[in-house]
């Protein structure tokens, strides 16, 4: 089993930055085939959805939702290891609960890895508010 803990959110004025983190932890053997790890976020009364993913089960991949592409970053310090968003240029539409994902033994790249049946290994969440 894996465990995901979420850090970093807060609240913020829009035109800030903000970092949040994910720590994956648990049995060595469920780790190593973590292949991606994505960030969703789900803001009230809307679905969830998946806006960053990196994968590295054929080199080092990266895909963004349009709506964070060009402002938020997201980044590892190797594979299988901690993972960061990096958040630039917050509007309030950016406001939501914001939820980090990892897979167990599914790689890929593109699309399909911001959609959630491709994660099995789920974080609590950590908020983050901007205000206008």
């Known amino acids: 089993q894996v465990q995901l803990v979420e850090s970093g959110g807060g609240s913020v004025q829009a035109g800030e930055s903000l970092r949040l983190s994910c720590a994956p932890s648990?049995?060595?053997?469920?780790?190593?085939?973590?292949?991606?790890m994505g960030w969703f976020r789900q803001a009230p009364g809307k679905e969830r959805e998946g806006i960053a993913s990196?994968?590295?089960?054929?080199?080092?991949?990266?895909y963004y939702s349009d709506s964070v592409k060009g402002r938020f970053t997201i980044s590892q310090e190797n594979a299988k290891s901690t993972m960061y968003l990096q958040m630039n240029s917050l509007k309030p539409e950016d406001t939501a609960m914001y939820y980090c994902?990892?897979?167990?033994?599914?790689?890929?790249?593109?699309?399909?890895?911001?959609?959630?049946?491709?994660?099995?290994?789920w974080g609590q969440g950590t908020q983050v508010t901007v205000s206008s």
């Open positions: 648990g049995d060595t053997y469920s780790i190593y085939y973590i292949y991606c």
């Open positions: 994902a990892a897979s167990a033994g599914v790689g890929g790249s593109g699309p399909r890895t911001l959609s959630q049946s491709m994660y099995t290994y």
């Open positions: 990196v994968c590295t089960s054929n080199g080092r991949s990266t």
